[in-house]
């Protein structure tokens, strides 16, 4: 069997699978999954305030979403209220109780960052942060990403060409099936 070249796409799944599983370990000392404390970290820093919101920031099924938002609600993490403007949109609060368990977990969150990249000099950090950045950001424009499949024709067209040439030909395709 031929031995495939390692690609940075491999081992930044096996960084994240490694790294998600100190997270779960670590924030279960506060009794928290990652998912809550993300969750809870979107709404505290305003990213988003619906379940829909929620579920495009996280990348789960809005089902998947609905659920994880009942469990934290039972739990008295968080509040959903009708919005002033569109009562059909619950919007959703960090309660007091919610606040001081993501403060908690805010403090094991970066303490194992710490220690997860005490090894690393300062520059490295800032490095990778960049890379990363661009990463993202080119996953995000490519025309595999969900966000860019899942928008209207008329958006798709505000795309720049290259986005816009990559992603047509499978719409079109997938309009036809």
């Given at each position: 069997?031929?031995?495939?070249?390692?690609?940075?796409?491999?081992?930044?799944?096996?960084?994240?699978?490694?790294?998600r599983?100190?997270?779960?370990?670590?924030?279960?000392?506060?009794?928290?999954?990652?998912?809550?404390?993300?969750?809870?970290?979107?709404?505290?820093?305003?990213?988003?305030?619906?379940?829909?919101?929620l579920?495009?920031?996280?990348?789960?099924?809005?089902?998947?979403?609905?659920?994880?938002?009942?469990?934290?609600?039972?739990?008295?993490?968080?509040?959903?209220?009708?919005?002033?403007?569109?009562?059909?949109i619950?919007?959703?609060?960090?309660?007091?109780a919610?606040?001081?368990?993501?403060?908690?977990?805010?403090?094991?969150?970066?303490?194992?960052?710490?220690?997860?990249?005490?090894?690393?000099?300062?520059?490295?950090?800032?490095?990778?942060?960049?890379?990363?950045?661009?990463?993202?950001?080119?996953?995000?424009?490519?025309?595999?990403?969900?966000?860019?499949?899942?928008?209207?024709?008329?958006?798709?067209?505000?795309?720049?060409?290259?986005?816009?040439?990559?992603?047509?030909?499978?719409?079109?395709?997938?309009?036809?099936?």
């Open positions: 069997m031929q031995e495939l070249p390692t690609s940075p796409v491999y081992l930044l799944k096996r960084a994240e699978l490694a790294v599983g100190c997270v779960e370990k670590a924030l279960s000392a506060v009794a928290l999954t990652p998912s809550q404390y993300f969750v809870l970290f979107l709404i505290e820093t305003g990213e988003a305030t619906s379940s829909a919101e579920a495009r920031a996280t990348g789960v099924l809005p089902q998947s979403m609905t659920e994880l938002i009942s469990l934290l609600e039972k739990r008295g993490l968080i509040a959903r209220t009708p919005d002033s403007i569109n009562s059909r619950l919007r959703i609060e960090v309660t007091a919610g606040r001081k368990l993501f403060e908690k977990g805010t403090e094991v969150a970066i303490r194992l960052e710490r220690e997860l990249f005490e090894e690393f000099d300062p520059r490295e950090v800032e490095t990778l942060n960049g890379l990363f950045g661009r990463l993202i950001t080119s996953a995000e424009r490519h025309s595999y990403h969900p966000k860019l499949r899942s928008l209207p024709r008329a958006a798709a067209k505000t795309q720049p060409a290259s986005v816009a040439r990559k992603s047509t030909p499978r719409r079109r395709a997938a309009g036809r099936s």
